[in-house]
């Protein structure tokens, strides 16, 4: 076993950094490039921190505190200067020590851990980028039961090959939910000028992200917020209003982007101005809704109603009538939105898919031409090599 070392905090300068070490000659490389400030300081038990000094050679790199968190797991806490963790980093380099990104440094760590399951240490990497708590949920559970559950009674119970395929196509349907669960949706805001979508996205994100005014077309390029609606985070984006005829290459731009926004959405508001008799939806985007997840936001129902709804275009769904401006029907716009997206009543206890490595097995388990190829694939899920 080599040693291993990778920077575990995020990128960028903070108040403090922390490099994990993994390997049984950790000591001894410690022992060559620690200073402890207090004699006994280097005889690391598991659950002790040390206080020193790295070095190399004479010259000193920063006060450090170490600790041994397992029997071959080690950390070191360093000053959050990026130029101090580069010059640790290559320092444990020249001593042999292989540096790894944090996600492949912590895989190996599991897989170290003879007892863990395939499906045990993508759990616990998921559990490391997961968005929401409830995503959490979802990933903690799928080792014993779940997925996990799933695989080890295909295997104990023999089970034939067409029910595993109907269970299968399930957890893949299932899966796809999940994802927006565990690793966040994003939403489009779209539609005519001035229809009040920055003020929707304002008051979705409880805070002034976007520059309101009554001038038509003020968002010339797309702005988002960060948002959680149970069990979801959302990354909520405003677009630039689509207009039919525009002369301005800088607002024909703008839409296109706003068009390319639309094609990424888990989740497409078209957003209508209520007070406006006519509903100004550009003639091409109904094509470019087709098949994506859209609700119709009626907004600014806090003026006169104008706009006549039996008029919209065929084949838009119910609107939901909200006032952005006095927030009133944003709950009931929540509502619609986890309702839409299908995570209003996920059962976390349900079987998934939550990595990439996971998906291709069971999508190939759904095309298995024979019963004999299934234990393989199943096998591979509990045990197989995974993905970082």
């Known amino acids: 076993m080599g040693v291993w070392a990778a920077v575990l905090t995020g990128p960028g300068v903070g108040a403090i950094a922390t490099i994990g070490l993994f390997g049984q000659a950790v000591p001894s490389i410690l022992e060559a490039v620690f200073q402890p400030s207090s004699s006994g300081g280097g005889d690391f038990e598991v659950g002790r921190i040390a206080l020193g000094y790295l070095v190399d050679g004479t010259e000193t790199i920063d006060q450090v ?32 020590v292989e540096l790894l ?24 990497l998921a559990l490391t980028t997961v968005k929401t708590v409830a995503g959490a949920k979802i990933v903690a559970v799928q080792t014993e039961g779940g997925l996990g559950r799933l695989c080890r009674q295909w295997r104990a119970e023999s089970v034939s090959l067409d029910s595993i ?8 349907r299932d899966s796809d939910t999940a994802r ?8 489009v ?3 005519p000028p001035n229809t009040g979508k920055s003020t929707l996205l304002n008051t979705l994100a ?25 069990p979801l985070a959302a990354t909520v984006i405003d677009t630039a209003g689509l207009a039919a ?12 982007r706003s068009m390319e926004m639309l094609q990424r959405a888990d989740l497409v508001l078209l957003v209508l101005d209520s007070s406006c008799p006519d509903h100004r939806i550009e003639p091409g985007l109904l094509d470019r809704l087709t098949g994506k997840r859209t609700l119709v936001v009626l907004n600014k129902t806090d003026l006169p109603e104008r706009l006549d709804t039996t008029l919209l275009p065929p084949g838009l769904p119910d609107p939901i009538r909200i006032s952005a401006q006095q927030t009133t029907g944003i709950d ?17 206890h349900t079987p998934v898919a939550f990595t990439g490595r996971q998906r291709t097995l069971l999508e190939r388990l759904a095309t298995a031409k024979s019963a004999r190829q299934a234990p393989a694939m199943i096998d591979e899920m509990l045990h197989g090599p995974i993905q970082c």
Do not use: Y
């Open 65 to 96: 505190t170490v600790a041994r968190e397992a029997l071959h797991e080690f950390a070191i806490h360093c000053h959050g200067n990026p130029l101090i963790v580069e010059a640790i980093m290559e320092l444990l380099q020249r001593h042999g």
């Open 101 to 124: 990104p944090a996600p492949q440094w912590h895989a190996r760590v599991l897989a170290a851990e003879e007892s863990n399951t395939s499906l045990a240490i993508e759990s616990r």
């Open 165 to 172: 395929k109907e269970q299968v196509a399930e957890i893949l």
């Open 180 to 187: 927006l669960i565990i690793e966040g949706c994003t939403v």
């Open 189 to 191: 805001l779209i539609g």
């Open 206 to 230: 409880g805070r002034e992200k976007a520059i309101v005014t009554d001038i038509e077309g003020t968002t010339r390029d797309w702005i988002s917020a960060e948002i959680h609606i149970r």
């Open 245 to 256: 005829d525009l002369a301005d290459g800088i607002d024909k731009a703008a839409q296109a």
């Open 332 to 348: 009931a716009l929540i509502g619609a939105i986890c309702q839409k997206l299908g995570v209003a009543d996920f059962d976390p």
